[in-house]
Nanobody
């Protein structure tokens, strides 16, 4: 059974930084279906889940407009860990952040980690 375990969330003041990490475990990871997208989504109270940052096809990186220049997504060579470096955090970044690793035939999701930015 594959699991994605997130870490690094918490409470930070505006202007501060956090680093989120997401690690995949399980012997069938990447064997049941191939993975070609590593991404972070977030969901704030009363809002839809939105894409924050993603690595597509192993190389192309995309960011949501409001985090461009402040957040950086990265993954390890094995594709089993994806991280999100978040700088200059703003109160509007407050949300539950979810990591996902997915491919054409399926997706794995983490359980979510809370990020709270105080003003």
């Amino acid at each position: 059974q594959v699991q994605l375990v997130e870490s690094g969330g918490g409470l930070v003041q505006a202007g501060g930084s956090l680093r989120l990490s997401c690690a995949a475990s399980g012997s069938t990871f990447g064997k049941t279906f191939s993975i070609n997208v590593w991404a972070w989504y977030r969901q704030a109270p009363g809002k839809q889940r939105e894409l924050v940052a993603g690595i597509f096809g192993g190389r192309q990186r995309k960011y949501e407009d409001s985090v461009e220049g402040r957040f950086t997504i990265s993954k390890d060579d094995a594709g089993k860990t994806v991280s999100l470096e978040m700088n200059d955090l703003k109160p509007e970044d407050t949300a539950v952040y979810y990591c996902t690793m997915k491919g054409p035939w399926g997706a794995y999701w983490g359980q979510g980690t809370q990020v709270t930015v105080s003003s």
